[in-house]
């Protein structure tokens, strides 16, 4: 923060300065085979500038003190550029200065790459002599570290460094010569040593998908139609992301979401209450913590939905000027070069107070679908959801595995249909989210009852 | 540091640490780039990057460093950290680098962006869509001129020089009238100059014309097997979604890839051809060199339905002993048929224009479902009305074996050149 005080002179309009470093690392094993063996570093400094209306940005991958006042340059001239050209009545929150520091990186001594090496090939080592009838395995450890520091024309400041590393384990079996496979993650928000201890408390997770997979192989295609099911806490985070985090951005509001036209509306069931939260969970950090974004807004947490009703949509500085409200921290860039986009950080439905168990002896007929896959939103709340890992649900009880299967609707409705929201709270480790650009995030819930499309065979 | 500095400095300092085999590959780039935000012209962007990637094989071990710092101490960092990782690597035969090359340079487009002609020519588009098409909201759009060079060199003596300036476009709307909203949509596409407007370049105009049509939809009420035919639009996502499950390093090793013992049978109709043409004079946003360091070439994937070709690369060709591709896939031609669009439609007994696809990734088998965007519904040789939560199951690869028609019109994306075509055997279930 100290470095880039020394620029704050340069600034002329509202401007913002940012050096980041983005690191990755990934270990890939396919059938044993070491396919991927890699790192990678960007780093650079950017900065833009917002003047009569218009947003002018640069960039540039050195990081010197002639780089950082070029840069703040053609930031200011490419503003220029287009308020030249447009006279704008655009304005921006400000908001009050904010200062934060924050270092998620691990204390512990780091291991070595022979040592993360060895870890993932044990793990490989293990499933190879278990599961004897896979025809392919991928284990996978990947690293992304994220380190910002920035320094606004408002006296904004903060430093972050946010490290994840997942072990992703994917399984895949013949079933009458079709490939049937099934992934998990492992892992989450910090480094290799604050996460992974040793390979064999990975074990029992990897038993359990095997033995998902092998339902999932044995099993059938789920029946198309509208069915009553349960979202387990996987699909409940996709569905609060994808589905409505997405319509409620403002800058997608903006341009035309259906979203636009429901505040202080009954939109879900009134079970539901929907929370994009800036950086903890009852008094414990989210996957993605925010305290301050990187427009320099202090992060606060965003109710969207309360007991059903639509609240509050997510916003940056300039979409917060527009709709004459304040910013809570949701401006985040990607790399360095990235300009700050509305984004979500940890979004999630609150639990409720049923018991998973007595949701599922609950239906006659549906299905409990576990793991997604993709998903996707429209702007109309239109979502799909790949599912796969999930089974039938017949007299209340789980029955057959199903084969890979999506699932859609309009996600105002769905959210309607819930009769029962489950008393746990899962936290996804893996999400990335794309837009304009990629973003790592948050997502988590209960489990839900609903109705939904399925589209099976 | 120049590219070709860093790059002659690296091989320099590789050559010193005596490892046996390492390709050094810089990419320098710079982008222009025009933001439209709620209809006008929001950010004006303009980034510079390098990227400085190190692949080293030395005893029979591989890896792989990326970074984008070119000064010595970066470089020799770099060079640093690929040893260690070779000492963790595992020793694998197949791991290689090209063997050698001659010499070459390819050039390609413009070096330096106008500004004034961009802005120009967006602000065109911001006009006409207002003008022509009220209620449409364009969410987001870019224009963007990237400029980059790639030197790629390898201890084979392979050398290569690249240049690329190319143009590229995307545009994310929905139409809006009172409180109703249309399923949002896009177009992308790429140009190697600035000459056409954008409304008229690819599929656009209709995709907005077609958006504000969208605003009133309905579902079909059935579900049935039928056929749907395919836009231009959408067609070069499903061949990418074949190529990745059927024809790539990744399913042919892990052997779930069902095309893996397939060349020279007939896998599709006899009316699809594929080729993969990075280099063809048609397409303007294509390759002339491999990550891998080889000269690209175009290649047949697909001819009237007999599998040609996988798109293996050096390592997945070594590593199952099949031929190694002529290119890395992309660049995607399907040939025109002799039939056109309109007449095409006549002969659709039941079924659905797709024209968008929000859907899972598909399975290694094919199978494939998701939901059917700013679709409509045809009965009886007509298009009838735009349709929602309509949902499709079907196999990519029955879809392939399935094709009645290709239209004898193509879409030119930059990137790709598509047609329509009509297959059958899909399940659409509505709600």
């Keep these: ?457 | 540091m120049a590219n070709n500095e860093a790059v002659n400095k690296t091989m320099k300092l590789l050559s010193e640490a005596k490892l046996e085999k390492y390709q050094v590959i810089s990419n320098k780039s710079k982008n222009t780039e025009m933001v439209v935000e709620r209809g006008e012209i929001s950010l004006l962007r303009t980034t510079t990057d390098v990227n400085l990637q190190i692949t080293a094989v030395n005893k029979n071990k591989k890896a792989r460093i990326n970074t984008n710092k070119t000064d010595d101490s970066a470089i020799e960092e770099a060079i640093k950290n690929v040893q260690e990782l070779l000492e963790t690597s595992e020793v694998d035969e197949a791991y290689d680098i090209s063997p050698f090359q001659e010499t070459k340079q390819f050039e390609s487009g413009d070096k330096e962006p106008s500004k004034e002609d961009m802005y120009n020519l967006i602000t065109r588009f911001i006009e006409a869509v207002k003008l022509e098409y009220p209620k449409l909201n364009i969410s987001e759009s870019s224009l963007t001129f990237n400029f980059a060079e790639v030197n790629l060199v390898n201890s084979n003596g392979v050398k290569y020089l690249q240049t690329k300036g190319i143009y590229s476009f995307y545009v994310v709307f929905t139409a809006k009238d009172g409180n109703k909203v249309s399923s949002m949509n896009f177009a992308s596409f790429s140009m190697g100059n600035l000459e056409k407007d954008l409304l008229d370049t690819a599929t656009l105009r209709t995709l907005i014309k077609e958006n504000i049509e969208q605003l009133k939809t309905k579902p079909i009420n059935e579900k049935f097997v039928g056929d749907v035919l395919i836009t231009p639009d959408y067609l070069g996502e499903l061949i990418d979604a074949f190529a990745a499950i059927g024809l790539s390093d990744g399913s042919i090793i892990s052997e779930t890839s069902v095309l893996k013992d397939s060349i020279g049978e007939t896998i599709a109709s006899s009316k699809l051809t594929i080729h993969s043409n990075p280099r063809s004079k048609h397409i303007c946003d294509g390759y002339s060199i491999t990550a891998d360091g080889f000269e690209a070439r175009d290649l047949t994937i697909l001819e009237n339905g007999v599998l040609k070709s996988h798109l293996l690369g050096l390592y997945g060709a070594k590593k199952t002993g099949r031929e190694r591709a002529e290119n890395s896939g992309g660049a995607y031609i399907v040939d025109a048929g002799d039939i056109s669009y309109n007449d095409i439609i006549k002969k659709v007994k039941k079924g659905i224009l797709l024209a968008r696809f929000s859907g899972g990734s598909p399975s290694s088998n094919g199978d494939v479902s998701g939901v059917a965007k700013n679709s409509y519904y045809i009965e009886d040789g007509k298009v009838q009305y735009p349709i929602s939560e309509t949902m499709i199951a079907g196999n990519i690869y029955d879809m392939f074996k399935n094709i009645k028609e290709i239209s004898s019109e193509q879409v030119n994306f930059g990137k790709t050149i598509m047609p329509w075509i009509l297959t059958s055997g899909v399940t659409i279930s509505g709600k």
């Excluded at chain 1, 009569?52 to 010197?64: T, V």
């Excluded at chain 1, 320094?151 to 994917?170: Q, Y």
């Excluded at chain 1, 974004?293 to 609240?311: C, H, N, Q, R």
């Design chain 1, 1 to 457: 923060m100290l470095q880039l005080n020394r620029f704050a002179k340069h600034f002329s309009n509202y401007t913002e300065l940012r050096m980041q470093e983005n690191k990755n690392m990934s270990i890939r094993f396919l059938n044993s085979n070491l396919v991927e063996n890699e790192k990678k570093s960007t780093s650079g400094v950017s900065s833009r500038v917002f003047n009569s209306g218009s947003w002018g940005f640069a960039s540039n991958p050195e990081i010197n003190d002639v780089s950082i006042i070029e840069t703040i340059k053609l930031a200011n001239e490419n503003a220029q550029f287009l308020s030249r050209k447009c006279k704008k009545s655009n304005k921006i929150y400000e908001g009050p200065a904010f200062t934060h520091s924050l270092d998620l990186g691990t204390d512990k001594n780091r291991i070595s790459q022979k040592g993360m090496m060895n870890f993932v090939k044990e793990i490989d080592n293990y499933i190879e002599k278990k599961f004897t009838d896979l025809i392919t395995r991928t284990v996978l450890l990947n690293f992304l570290g994220m380190d910002k520091t920035i320094l606004t024309s408002v006296g904004s400041a903060k430093h972050s460094l946010w490290p994840r590393t997942m072990i992703i384990v994917k399984l895949g079996v013949d079933k009458n010569g079709e490939p049937i496979s099934a992934y998990e993650l492992f892992g989450g928000r910090g480094h290799f040593e604050d996460l992974f201890s040793k390979p064999s408390d990975l074990f029992e997770d990897i038993d359990k998908l095997y033995t998902h997979l092998k339902n999932k192989s044995e099993g059938v295609y789920a029946e198309a139609g509208e069915k009553e099911v349960i979202l387990d806490a996987d699909l409940a985070g996709i569905l609060a992301h994808e589905a409505i985090g997405h319509t409620t951005e403002a800058d997608i509001v903006l341009g035309g979401s259906i979203a636009a036209d429901y505040i202080d509306k009954k939109v879900s069931s009134s079970l539901i209450t929907l929370t994009d939260y800036a950086h903890s969970y009852n008094g414990v950090l989210c996957p993605t913590p925010i305290y301050v974004d990187d427009e320099g807004t202090k992060a606060e947490d965003v109710v969207i939905i309360e007991d059903g009703i639509l609240k509050e949509f997510m916003h940056n500085k300039e979409t917060a000027a527009t709709f004459d409200t304040i910013a809570k921290g949701n401006a985040r860039a990607y790399q360095y070069f990235d300009e700050p986009l509305v984004r979500m950080r940890n979004t999630a439905i609150q639990p409720g107070k049923s018991k998973l168990k007595d949701m599922i002896a609950s239906i006659e007929d549906g299905y409990y679908f576990m793991r997604s896959g993709n998903g996707q939103a429209d702007s109309t709340s239109e979502f799909m959801f790949a599912v796969t890992v999930g089974y039938e649900i017949k007299n209340g009880k789980l029955a057959r595995g199903i084969r890979d299967t999506t699932i859609a609707g309009l996600a105002f409705d769905v959210l309607k249909s819930a009769t029962m929201v489950s008393d746990d709270m899962v936290w996804g480790c893996g999400g990335m989210c794309g837009k304009k650009q990629i973003i790592p995030v948050g997502m988590g819930g209960p489990a839900i009852k609903c109705r939904i499309n399925v589209g099976g065979k």
